[in-house]
């Protein structure tokens, strides 16, 4: 079965600062998707950004990258230029193509100082 | 284009009561599952579905049953309701092949 750990419960950074979130993922796939999604204290889950797995290259979304280590089953979050308003719950997630179950990891909270 | 749309948003019921948590989509989105959220567990898939008439079970199904019989609506059923059922349940829908799933609001619901 497929896992997501996320091994950073909580994480704080400077405004203006970067600031990396740790995701690695457990599976004997080899096509999949990635996720990072974010959710402020309204609840609602914001999709920030997604790879998929035959990509070599790092998706990015502005401030949002990451860096995608397929051999090491690695998916870490880059938030560059961090504003108050990235404060918030971030989980990683794994999409299987196959049944394409969503498995999220255990989540971090980001708190953005000013 | 309302997206994922989930009632209520908050309910209280006793233990032993049943409901029927209520999602729909107006995407033509193929699947659809429901997600509970606990601290410190992040979400957890309660129950899925690829299409209408088609439903399988996800990580932590006991308690619940599903049923897809539009392509629109997947309701949620808690038969029994328990303590261990209180927590927040998130519905959501995407089309199939990993793209990315649409969340509804979350429904926020106490058993005591």
């Known amino acids: 079965a497929q896992t997501v750990t996320q091994s950073q419960p909580e994480m704080s950074v400077q405004e203006a600062e970067t600031v990396t979130l740790s995701c690695t993922y457990d599976t004997s796939e080899s096509d999949y998707y990635l996720f990072w999604y974010k959710q402020p204290p309204s609840r609602q889950m914001i999709l920030v950004i997604r790879?998929?797995?035959?990509?070599?290259q790092n998706a990015t979304e502005n401030r949002f990258s990451v860096n995608f280590q397929k051999a090491a089953k690695s998916f870490s979050l880059k938030i560059s230029d961090s504003q108050l308003g990235d404060a918030a719950m971030y989980f990683c997630?794994?999409?299987?193509?196959?049944?394409?179950?969503?498995?999220f990891g255990t989540g971090t909270r980001l708190q953005v100082f000013p | 284009n309302a997206g994922v749309t989930q009632t209520p948003k908050f309910q209280v019921l006793k233990t032993g009561q049943s409901m029927t948590l209520q999602c729909a989509q107006d995407?033509?989105?193929?699947?659809m599952s429901w997600y509970r959220q606990d601290p410190g567990m992040g979400l957890r898939l309660i129950h899925y579905s690829v299409g209408a008439g088609i439903t399988d079970q996800g990580e932590v199904p006991n308690g619940y049953n599903v049923s897809r019989s539009t392509t629109e609506d997947f309701p949620l059923r808690l038969l029994s309701a328990a303590p261990s059922q209180t927590s927040v349940y998130f519905c959501?829908?995407?089309?199939?092949?990993?793209?990315?799933?649409?969340f509804g609001d979350g429904t926020r619901l106490s058993i005591l």
């Open positions: 959501a829908s995407s089309p199939p092949q990993g793209l990315p799933q649409h």
């Open positions: 997630a794994y999409r299987n193509l196959n049944t394409d179950k969503l498995i």
């Open positions: 995407m033509n989105h193929e699947y």
């Open positions: 790879q998929e797995a035959y990509k070599q």
